[in-house]
């Protein structure tokens, strides 16, 4: 029976030289590169260099070692195909039964502080691609492995049964795949960014798992958080749970929801939101402040809600949150006393957030449909170029302020979208109808005698009078809206009968 070789060349060498042990004590032969063959020596392995397998030495810094007929030969043969073991035996080609493989890190290095482009070239890996490929192609007759967590249940096989059952081998193979795909997704992704590529032909993109979730959006629906490699400081992604039960699918993307908002505004605020839309917003010169508007803006909605918030959570913003029942708070940090205080409550998830303020994010917007998937550039815009003023009446600096904070809150309220606001808090929030006019009546409803003499902003035009009409009606006294329906003048003539300031941006934040 002839001896099994196997063929051990790694980047992340953790736990190589027990495995590499446990072959050699059951008779395996081991074949090795550059510094795992180093390694393997200085443990006192007995080892064969790749270079005696070749007769050809490693060149070019290493970056040829395993090209070699020799080696994908002895990996890709079929061993019960007569034509093939006719080849190996006329071409010297030994077969090669195991490859051990872990490849250049190349995720590491794009992480790297002030990398330059030379390095990251250096750290995309040529051979063991071909390599662990190569074996998983072959896999009922080689056995391959990439990551270092397989190497006991391999050796446990090997040590009862003689080798690796069919089962493993394929599922090892399937590892090599998502592996090398995610890897040269990595490098594809880090071209195109490099080079501003947009819309290619053709996309791959690639996430790495940060955790499952208990369950999706209800209960008989699984799910899985996922996260990109690269831009997770400011993200949700990049977040650290500093107390609380675990996060749901619904926390995620309703505390997103929280966070997007929360980044239009630089003095201290608290968004509270509700289904990813904000339910009550509000701006002060403290976060003890902020947060009591933003809890009297909506004290309904608020409760079992999220609140992301830009500044440290001292001990007198935790002592206004903590008698009301939340799902989270994100924040940038919480001071010693606001953890003594919040960590009370046994559930309540507290979120640590580093930049939390964070906006420059080149990545896209994704959102799935059935069969495809909508790519769109973030919308990091508020406004473009100057504000138009189209009534006879322009707004006072107050009502400009607040017409701004509202207009900060709209763009990230789901469509059809009101917000309308009142000394930088939010009085009423009408998110995701059908009509504007159902959506200015519901935020009208919502907010009730705080209405009067707040100001309004919607996310597009008004296609009809009809909002200005209600609005005059609520005591509502300026707005600001996109523009850029063919009714626009009917809005205005309406605004100037009823002495209500209205400001047009020339651009709209639909959100859906």
């Known amino acids: 029976m002839r001896t099994k070789r196997a063929l051990i060349s790694v980047f992340d060498k953790s736990g190589i030289v027990d495995f590499a042990k446990s072959l050699n004590s059951m008779g395996w032969e081991i074949i090795s590169t550059g510094g795992t063959s180093k390694k393997l020596k200085e443990e006192g392995l ?27 030969g002895g990996i890709l043969a079929i061993r019960d195909n007569e034509k093939h073991k006719q080849q ?43 390599m662990i490929r190569a074996a998983a192609k072959n896999y009922p007759f080689v056995t391959v492995i990439t990551d270092p967590e397989d190497y006991t249940k391999v050796i446990e096989e090997i040590q009862a049964h003689g080798d690796t059952s069919l089962e493993t081998k394929e599922l090892l193979a399937a590892k090599v795949f998502i592996h090398t795909s995610h890897y040269d997704a990595l490098i594809a992704n880090y071209f195109s960014k490099r080079l501003n590529i947009q819309s290619p032909k053709t996309l791959t993109l690639t996430f790495e798992k940060k955790q499952d979730l208990r369950y999706g959006e209800n209960p008989h629906q699984s799910a899985t958080f996922y996260t990109q490699i690269q831009e997770t400081e400011g993200t949700l992604t990049g977040a650290v749970q500093l107390h609380g039960k675990e996060l749901s699918y619904n926390n995620i993307g309703d505390t997103d929801g929280a966070l997007e908002t929360l980044k239009e505004f630089e003095e201290p605020t608290v968004v509270a939101a509700k289904h990813a839309n904000p339910c009550g917003v509000g701006s002060a010169a403290t ?14 909605s608020i409760f079992g809600g999220i609140i992301a918030v830009n500044r440290e959570v001292d001990k007198a913003t935790a002592e206004v949150m903590s008698p009301i029942f939340l799902e989270v708070i994100v924040a940038p940090s919480f001071s010693e006393e606001a953890l003594a205080i919040l960590t009370k409550k046994k559930n309540l998830r507290l979120l640590q957030v580093s930049n939390i303020s964070k906006r420059d994010y080149t990545s896209p917007k994704a959102k799935t449909v059935l069969g495809g998937l909508l790519i769109q550039d973030m919308d990091q815009q508020l406004l473009d170029g100057e504000l138009k003023y189209v009534t006879n009446r322009r707004p006072s600096e107050k ?20 917000a309308i606001a009142k000394d930088k808090c939010t009085t009423g929030v009408g998110p995701g109808q059908v009509s504007r006019i159902w959506a200015l009546e519901n935020a009208i409803r919502q907010g009730g005698e705080r209405i009067a003499g707040s100001v309004m902003a919607s996310d597009a035009f008004f296609p009809f009078a009809d909002c200005v009409e209600a609005a ?22 309406a605004a100037n009968k009823y002495n209500i300031a209205m400001i047009f941006t020339g651009m709209r934040h639909f959100k859906h």
């Open 399 to 418: 009502e400009l302020e607040d017409l701004l904070f509202a207009w900060k809150v709209v763009k990230h309220t789901k469509s059809n979208a009101i």
């Open 88 to 130: 190996m035996a006329e071409l010297g080609i030994e077969p090669i039964d195991m490859v051990v493989c872990n490849l250049y890190p190349f995720k590491e290095t794009i992480l790297k502080t002030g990398v330059s482009h030379e390095e990251i070239i250096e750290n995309i890996d040529i051979g063991g691609p071909t």
């Open 472 to 493: 005059h009606k609520a005591g509502i006294t300026a707005i600001i809206q996109p523009g850029g329906s063919i009714h626009d003048q009917d809005s205005i003539d």
């Open 287 to 300: 976060l003890a402040e902020a947060f009591k508007k933003a809890y009297e803006a909506d004290p309904v």
């Open 46 to 72: 007995q080892v064969k260099d790749i270079s005696d397998l070749t007769q050809f030495p490693e060149c070019f810094d290493g970056r040829v070692k395993t090209l070699h007929p020799n080696v994908e």
